[in-house]
């Protein structure tokens, strides 16, 4: 049987699933409006729209709190060298249709360990992201995710003290 502390924050929670309207200020006009808020943080399903980049490109992003860094599919990736830095080239696939060619710098090259795969080395870049009334530079490793059924994964780096992830919800 819960004890009566464990009982108020479920009630407590139902009443906010049930009842609270969300007002915030969203990152942009395109930011989801109709999300709920608990405990001073944002409640989202575990599928959302996120608005990428400048031009706000919207794709399809799984929220993923089991990874700690956030991954996008990257078509034609191609290695460059800018004032003796690193930088790449790729192509992105909006939610419409619409490709987009994208060049950013280099942060770094993560490791990533996939069961079956083995290690491979991805390079990181750093794209603003809007999601759930936020807007922040958010660090992307950049893979073929063709085969996967979002082309986003929001990792729990963006996610943390913000989103409370409903996996019940899309």
Known sequence: MPDDTSASLTKFACSCLTVC???FVPCTQLAA???MKWNAQVVAGWVEPIYL???NIQLTAKLDTGARTSSLNAADIQHLVRRQEPWVAFTIR???GR??????PVIRIARIRRAGVGVRDRPVIRLPVCLAGYREQVE???ADRSAMNYP???GRAFLANRIIVNSEAT
């Open 21 to 23: 309207l969300l007002v």
């Open 33 to 35: 409006t109709d999300l």
């Open 53 to 55: 980049g400048e031009d």
């Open 94 to 96: 909006s939610n419409d």
């Open 99 to 104: 490709e987009t060619r994208i060049e950013r």
């Open 140 to 142: 992307f490793t950049l």
């Open 152 to 154: 986003v994964l929001i």
